[in-house]
């Protein structure tokens, strides 16, 4: 079992920036992908950006050129730092892990919000 912990959310002005940070504890020594997803009101859950153990990244198209991903293999920690925010970035915002070979854990969510 692998268990999340996600902190870093929380009210923002358009055009600020917020880091949001997930630490994966357990059983994590079969962690391959890391990743953010996010969900607005009435909306479905999709990939922000995503990063491999290898460091490979993918990021969805809303969010390139303003967020970045990164993480810290030894700490089994992944970060998402978000500038130039937009309102409609706001959604809650998921931490996502894929252990090998195939099991995915999500964290509890973290409420982003960002007033126009």
């Known amino acids: 079992q692998v268990q999340l912990v996600e902190s870093g959310g929380g009210l923002v002005q358009a055009g600020g920036s917020l880091r949001l940070s997930c630490a994966a504890s357990g059983s994590t020594f079969n962690i391959n992908t890391m990743g953010w997803y996010r969900q607005a009101p009435g909306k479905q859950r999709d990939m922000v950006a995503e990063?491999?153990?290898?460091?490979?990244?993918n990021y969805a198209d809303s969010v390139k050129g303003r967020f970045t991903i990164s993480r810290d293999n030894a700490k089994n920690t992944v970060y998402l730092q978000m500038n130039s925010l937009k309102p409609e970035d706001t959604a809650v915002y998921y931490c996502n892990v894929l252990s090998l070979p195939s099991r995915i854990y999500w964290g509890q969510g973290t409420q982003v919000t960002v007033s126009s």
């Open positions: 990063i491999t153990r290898g460091g490979f990244i």
